[in-house]
């Protein structure tokens, strides 16, 4: 049985560490910091289910620094993109053992194929996850995880369809670059706007300004990209809003703890792309630019 190692503590990387640990792979969390790493040593890692059920599972973990693989492994790299950033070196200097990327966003995949592994993957997270502390995670939200195989073998998929259940079902995909740009554009109708109004993904739908204001992008984007329409109805943001509304975004979380976003690598690549064909966001800039300024003065909620 593989050796699952999970690079990243955040709450994706501790979710999915748990769902894994639970189908009996042997599982190996990779922290930055030591102080962490400790703290899964001593107390595992806690999840609290969709039901408020608790359930620990005991795991190793190590920090980046310590990170060595001699044998049998796969490992995920659940980190944000600036952190992915810092850890490419370490990255190119393991053995060849399969890799699946989780970031959000665009701007790692090339980044990822650059590297010489045979075997990468890159995943997409539908599911709400919430870290409350260094070992402790809420699955706010059932969804799928799509995995989609961009070269090598099918090692990570088994591994994935071995842990999966109701709560945590997977989809293979066939197109990781689409995949990935589908879930920058779902990111973009639901984290920007929740960041400055300082809101559950339910009130967008719930409060008619912001309702207003989630039609609005609905229309600017598709008309960007309007191959995607057909795939995503705006129905389907709308039950996105109301599957997760209790969820705190990602980018809501990181602008209340003072955190640098993700910004860039979700709304600015989306950005990017349409202006490269010729078109225009105008009110997804104008979030994108108020993100930067807010995440520039330091302001916290």
Do not use: W
């Not at 300082?198 to 598709?222: F, P, S, T, W």
Request: overall charge negative; glycine content about 6%.
């Amino acid at each position: 049985m593989e050796h699952v190692y999970v690079i990243g503590a955040g709450a994706v990387g501790l979710l999915m560490a748990s769902f894994l640990s639970e189908a009996n792979y042997p599982v190996t969390m990779v922290t930055r910091r030591e102080a962490q790493a400790e703290e899964i040593r001593a107390h595992g890692i806690t999840r609290f289910n969709i039901d408020e059920q608790q359930q620990t599972f005991r795991v190793a973990a190590i920090t980046e620094q310590q990170l060595r693989i001699e044998e049998e492994a796969i490992v995920i790299v659940a980190t944000k993109y600036d952190a992915l950033q810092i850890l490419l070196p370490t990255l190119e200097g393991l053995s060849d053992v399969p890799l699946l990327f989780m970031q959000n966003g665009l701007l790692h995949y090339e980044q990822a194929l650059a590297l010489k592994h045979q075997h990468i993957t890159f995943g997409s997270a539908q599911f709400g996850a919430e870290k409350v502390n260094e070992t402790t995670v809420y699955h706010r939200g059932i969804g799928v995880l799509k995995l989609a195989i961009e070269r090598g073998n099918t090692d990570i998929i088994k591994v994935f369809q071995a842990a999966s259940k109701e709560e945590f079902f997977i989809e293979q995909q066939q197109d990781a670059e689409q995949m990935l740009l589908e879930k920058a554009l779902l990111n973009c109708f639901v984290n920007p706007l929740t960041a400055l109004l300082q809101v559950k993904n339910g009130q967008l739908i719930d409060n008619a300004h912001a309702y207003h204001l989630l039609q609005q992008l609905y229309r600017e984007l598709m008309q960007a990209f309007p191959q995607m329409e057909q795939k995503f109805p705006f129905q389907a943001v709308y039950q996105l809003c109301e599957r997760t509304a209790e969820n705190t975004s990602s980018m809501l979380a990181d602008r209340q703890a003072g955190r640098k976003s993700e910004i860039e690598t979700i709304v600015g690549a989306i950005i990017k792309k349409v202006r490269k064909k010729g078109a225009d966001v105008p009110t997804l800039g104008v979030l994108y630019y108020l993100l930067l300024a807010i995440e520039e003065s330091g302001e916290k909620m």
